[in-house]
């Protein structure tokens, strides 16, 4: 399946960009991030969690293949 | 809870003292609240190794931070007796000393307000996803963390 995902903050600096697509046939967020890793090296040093349909979800968690987001440490208020 | 929609949260650059005044003002024909609460958040001029922060600009995941701010504000509401809550955060540029946040709430009670602020505040910045760039007098910048 094609997946977007999206970077916020500090990882979009490391990235580059604010959102990229990635052809990945895995069922885990683990297995995605081992993807992205590929490509995006230097995230693996970064602190971050991943929100998926805009909740927060653990490595184990099944992908479902809608709005997938990498977010740095929150910095509100 | 309800299902209404989730409310933008966010404003533009800096809050301001008018609109800070304008919303208390709002406040006098509401006569069942006998105590609000408000808590401001203000930039600060962090000195990290040696260089001043000039000011902070601020980005978030909207919807997701939209949608926390609506389950925050229905917690709050489960939770304490009050008659009504504003929650502002901004986006994009506020330079030091200027607001980023304003949370507001109202009660007829004071205790439940002293209660709720902290809850509300502490909640924001534990699971909202906005993130502060903390940019120095020589343009190089550094991503905030909150402690």
């Known amino acids: 399946m094609r997946l977007t995902i999206k970077y916020f903050g500090l990882l979009a600096e490391v990235t580059?960009?604010?959102?990229?697509?990635?052809?990945?046939?895995?069922?885990?967020?683990s297995e995605l991030l081992e993807t992205i890793y590929l490509k995006h090296p230097k995230l693996k040093?970064?602190?971050?969690?991943?929100?998926?349909?805009?909740?927060?979800?653990?490595?184990?968690?099944?992908?479902s293949g809608r709005d997938i987001a990498l977010l740095p440490p929150f910095s509100g208020g | 809870m309800n299902n209404k929609k989730p409310k933008n949260v966010f404003k533009d650059g800096a809050i301001s003292s008018e609109f800070i005044a304008n919303s208390i003002a709002k406040h006098q024909s509401k006569t069942s609240i006998g105590a609000h609460n408000i808590f401001l958040g203000?930039?600060?001029?962090?000195?990290?190794?040696?260089?001043?922060?000039?000011?902070?600009?601020?980005?978030?995941?909207?919807?997701?931070?939209?949608?926390?701010?609506?389950?925050?504000?229905?917690?709050?509401?489960?939770?304490?007796?009050?008659?009504c809550m504003h929650i502002y955060h901004s986006l994009g540029k506020v330079n030091t000393g200027e607001i980023c946040m304003f949370v507001f709430v109202?009660?007829?009670?004071?205790?439940?307000?002293?209660?709720?602020?902290?809850?509300?505040?502490?909640?924001?910045?534990a699971n909202v996803p906005v993130f502060g760039k903390e940019i120095f007098e020589d343009k190089t910048h550094q991503w905030k963390v909150n402690t």
């Open chain 2, 42 to 83: 203000q930039v600060r001029a962090d000195i990290i190794d040696d260089k001043t922060v000039l000011d902070i600009e601020y980005t978030a995941y909207e919807d997701m931070a939209n949608a926390k701010f609506h389950d925050i504000r229905e917690a709050a509401f489960s939770k304490f007796d009050l008659t």
């Open chain 1, 45 to 63: 040093e970064k602190d971050f969690q991943v929100a998926q349909n805009q909740i927060i979800v653990t490595n184990e968690t099944e992908i």
């Open chain 1, 16 to 29: 580059q960009c604010s959102e990229e697509q990635f052809e990945f046939s895995g069922m885990l967020i």
């Open chain 2, 106 to 125: 109202s009660s007829p009670r004071r205790k439940e307000v002293f209660k709720a602020i902290e809850f509300i505040v502490e909640e924001i910045k």
